[in-house]
């Protein structure tokens, strides 16, 4: 493209626009640089940021391309990962009510008694739920890398043990 191209040619609206926003931001910029106070003055105004939402329509273009057929596979894959929101969304749901419940256990159980390494884990309600987390998803070890359940061991013993990780 030419410079007479880009600014004349078929985008010659939104082109000469994208510009004026460069420019309006370059402006903003140096006045903030070189003239603080006037900077400070200029705040309550609003910002050449703003114009940029206008940019946000011509995205409406794109919403028409897809739907030529050469997009309907992606168009398909968008409305399934729409579609399974809610699913996702209740099953995040299940997940934490279940993770509240067995931190409400282990806080009850573990959080009472000072046992080294374990009570600062389930010392709080918000802080077992954290522990609760990250032992459903594999990293169930203390600060210094061993596991929680082996400081639990010599504490509540083994049938704790035993059913608190089964």
Known sequence: HTFAGHFCGRHKFANCFDAML???DLLQLLI???FPEAAEAMSEAPSASLFRIVR??????????LKAEIFRSLSE???????????????????????YVFALILRESLGRKAADNVYELFDSVPRSVFTVFRCSFGDCN????????????????????ASSSA
């Open 22 to 24: 460069i420019l309006l």
């Open 32 to 34: 903030e640089l070189a």
């Open 56 to 65: 946000l329509m011509r995205l409406g273009r794109l919403v028409r391309a």
């Open 77 to 99: 894959m968008i409305h399934g990962i729409a579609a399974g929101m809610g699913t996702l969304a209740w099953s995040i749901v299940l997940l934490m009510f279940f993770l």
């Open 142 to 161: 203390s600060a210094t890398g061993v596991p929680i359940f082996e400081y639990v061991l010599p504490t509540y013993g083994p049938g704790y043990v």
